[in-house]
């Protein structure tokens, strides 16, 4: 079975930079789609951007375009979330989860596999 775990949370200044990453046991995250999601306390979770089977890259949040990029490594079987330009709005717990498909999917309930979260607080 297909576990996740996610990593690289923290403290960082408005304006840095976080590298999360989610990496797959259980199973190889090649060929799925790997999503990546945050939850801030009272609102809703927030899909963000999701990477396909194929390589493709999908951003569902006009927030992070131009901010986030996520990459694949196949050779360490993780999916990377590249945050830069950090933001006061920012703050949340971030997740990773897998599709049991080779495509994204904006709604996150297509998601089938979840990492438990990695907590990210944006403060000067």
């Known amino acids: 079975q297909l576990q996740l775990v996610e990593s690289g949370g923290g403290l960082v200044q408005p304006g840095g930079s976080l590298r999360l990453s989610c990496a797959g046991s259980g199973g190889t995250l090649d060929y799925l789609a790997i999503g990546w999601f945050r939850q801030a306390p009272g609102k809703d979770r927030e899909t963000l951007l999701c990477i396909n089977g194929s390589g493709t890259r999908t951003y569902y949040s006009d927030s992070v375009n131009g901010r986030f990029t996520i990459s694949r490594d196949s050779a360490k079987n993780t999916v990377n979330l590249q945050m830069n330009r950090l933001k006061p709005e920012d703050p949340a717990v971030y997740y990773c989860?897998?599709?049991?498909?080779?495509?994204?999917?904006?709604?996150?309930?297509?998601?089938?596999?979840w990492g438990q979260g990695t907590q990210v607080t944006v403060s000067s």
């Open positions: 989860a897998a599709r049991k498909f080779l495509n994204c999917a904006g709604d996150s309930r297509r998601y089938n596999s």
